[in-house]
């Protein structure tokens, strides 16, 4: 089984395992697929499982006070969703939908509990994960909470997943600039420009609608601290 078919192999909390350890925890996997637009799960539901993504892209909504669903973050390559209600044992509170074709591995929570027995070093890995995605979400909240649009573009380019090269980053937009603009607070036209802006100052390259190479790391994390 090659790293490509063996789903732990590519998750983080999953890479201080050994290649026998993995195949022994990939036995308590259940393989699902799930079609573009289709709701993985939703607010209130029973869920007692734990997604690992293995291709594609989910995204992560919540009922907003107005009535609006505000997305929370996307999930990609490699992410984990479900975490909270696995630690918690409370029941979703967000949408979760996919924004393509994706392809997941679910393990049970009662699995997962006996594996985490097992396996000590998954916990601690699973918190470092949520330590990371929480200090993502504390820059782009210092971002947008601040009246500059371009630290809160600059703060979500930076968090995107993808691969870096010698120092130059490529990451893809996960959605539609009209999604992006609305989890930003701002307008597709303002994120147009701004993203054009920072183009035309060489910090990053647009190709296409949603791919971008990050040129300039260091100045687009400047960008991202809120003056």
């Known amino acids: 089984m090659s790293d490509d078919d063996l789903c732990v192999a590519r998750v983080p909390i999953f890479q201080g395992l050994t290649r026998q350890e993995q195949l022994h925890v990939a036995e308590f996997v259940r393989p699902t697929c799930v079609e573009k637009g289709e709701t993985v799960y939703s607010p209130g539901q029973p869920v007692s499982r734990l997604?690992?993504?293995?291709?594609?892209?989910?995204?992560?909504?919540?009922?907003?006070?107005?009535g609006q669903d505000q997305i929370l973050r996307t999930v990609t390559d490699g992410d984990v969703v479900g975490e909270r209600a696995f630690l918690t044992g409370h029941?979703?509170?967000?949408l979760v939908v996919a924004l393509e074709d994706?392809?997941?591995?679910?393990?049970n929570h009662a699995d997962l509990s006996a594996l985490l027995r097992d396996y000590p070093d998954i916990s601690q890995r699973m918190l470092r994960a949520l330590s990371d995605r929480l200090s993502s979400v504390e820059r782009l909240l210092a971002a947008i909470t601040s009246s500059n649009v371009n630290a809160r573009v600059a703060a979500y380019l930076l968090d995107l997943?993808?691969?870096?090269?010698?120092?130059?980053?490529?990451?893809?937009?996960?959605?539609?600039?009209?999604?992006?603009?609305?989890?930003?607070?701002?307008?597709?036209?303002?994120?147009?420009?701004?993203?054009?802006?920072l183009s035309a100052s060489g910090?990053?390259?647009?190709?296409?609608?949603?791919?971008?190479?990050?040129r300039a790391i260091d100045a687009l994390e400047c960008i991202a601290i809120p003056r």
């Open 161 to 197: 997943p993808g691969s870096i090269r010698d120092g130059v980053a490529t990451v893809q937009l996960p959605m539609a600039k009209q999604e992006v603009a609305a989890y930003l607070g701002t307008t597709p036209e303002t994120l147009s420009r701004r993203l054009a802006a």
């Open 91 to 94: 029941r979703p509170v967000d």
């Open 51 to 66: 997604l690992v993504m293995h291709s594609g892209h989910l995204k992560v909504s919540r009922a907003a006070a107005n």
């Open 203 to 214: 910090i990053i390259e647009l190709h296409g609608r949603r791919d971008v190479t990050i």
């Open 102 to 107: 994706s392809r997941m591995c679910v393990f």
